[in-house]
């Protein structure tokens, strides 16, 4: 903020947009933009940038859409390195900020560049509040071999000032009940920029499957809404202790696999076995 400050501010920014605002509009200050920006110079052109040098060919943000967030995610292309655009790989899954913290930590924790950091139940309702956790440091285990990005999911959000191939504000959040939720390390994660897509590569079914159960097995416990099946929030159970709903959904799938033949996509075997839906 202090090279933005020193390159001319806030007035060298609207001055630098050029057409694209009406000089003609007064301001607060009774002057019109005209008058206001008659003076106005850009200091440094590296920090604030014309039109006609943009930093990024289009706007900054993209909000991606598809099965892990039907109700939309948000991205950074401008500030991640164009190679994750369009990215597939398999996902390595955190429950909550401290169990990610051991994962980046770990400096011999078993993942290449191409996996995908996922962090959930870190949302409005998950964190609670939201917090700034989106912006997942790099791991350990890849600063040492020299990389410095890799595709990172959550359903929370981080600075605006931030870098690297960071998704965020993935909705509904993964503590409600959002698909989110039903990603397992493992499962392959589908990134197209472009097109502004983001999935997980099971089938619909799967996840159809998936959500019912885990509905199911919450309300036979005397929830009354889906909530109450978020996977990471253990749920009692008749047999005592507490036991997660998401290891109740795993066993059904498997069950009803075994009654009905189900074939999984074949993406990835270990997760096919994790579902039970492959031997």
Not at 140 to 159: F, I, P, T, V
Not at 243 to 255: I, M, N
Request: charged share 20%.
């Amino acid at each position: 903020m202090e090279d933005f400050f020193y390159a001319g501010g806030l007035l060298a920014l609207i001055y630098e947009l050029g057409d694209k605002i009406d000089r003609n509009a007064l301001t607060v200050s009774g002057q019109t933009w005209h008058q206001a920006l008659a003076n106005v110079q850009n200091y440094n052109q590296d920090v604030i940038r014309p039109l006609s040098n943009p930093v990024y060919h289009e706007g900054s943000l993209a909000v991606l859409k598809g099965n892990v967030a039907p109700d939309g995610a948000v991205i950074k292309p401008a500030a991640c390195d164009p190679k994750f655009y369009q990215h597939r790989g398999p996902a390595i899954v955190a429950d909550s900020y401290p169990a990610m913290k051991a994962i980046i930590e770990d400096p011999d924790y078993p993942m290449t560049p191409d996996h995908v950091l996922v962090l959930r139940n870190a949302g409005p309702q998950g964190g609670p509040g939201m917090p700034e956790w989106g912006m997942i440091p790099m791991p350990q285990a890849l600063l040492k071999q020299g990389y410095r990005d890799m595709l990172r999911l959550s359903d929370a959000r981080m600075s605006g000032t931030a870098f690297g191939a960071c998704v965020l504000h993935i909705a509904p959040e993964a503590f409600v009940g959002g698909p989110l939720a039903l990603v397992e390390t493992g499962d392959i994660i589908a990134v197209d920029i472009p097109a502004r897509r983001l999935n997980v590569e099971l089938s619909d079914e799967v996840l159809v499957l998936q959500l019912h159960f885990m509905a199911c097995f919450a309300m036979s416990n005397g929830g009354g809404d889906l909530m109450l099946a978020s996977p990471s929030r253990p749920v009692p159970f008749e047999g005592g202790g507490e036991y997660g709903a998401r290891q109740k959904a795993r066993d059904q799938v498997a069950e009803f696999r075994s009654c009905h033949g189900l074939c999984h996509p074949g993406n990835h075997a270990a997760s096919a076995c994790r579902l039970g839906l492959v031997s």
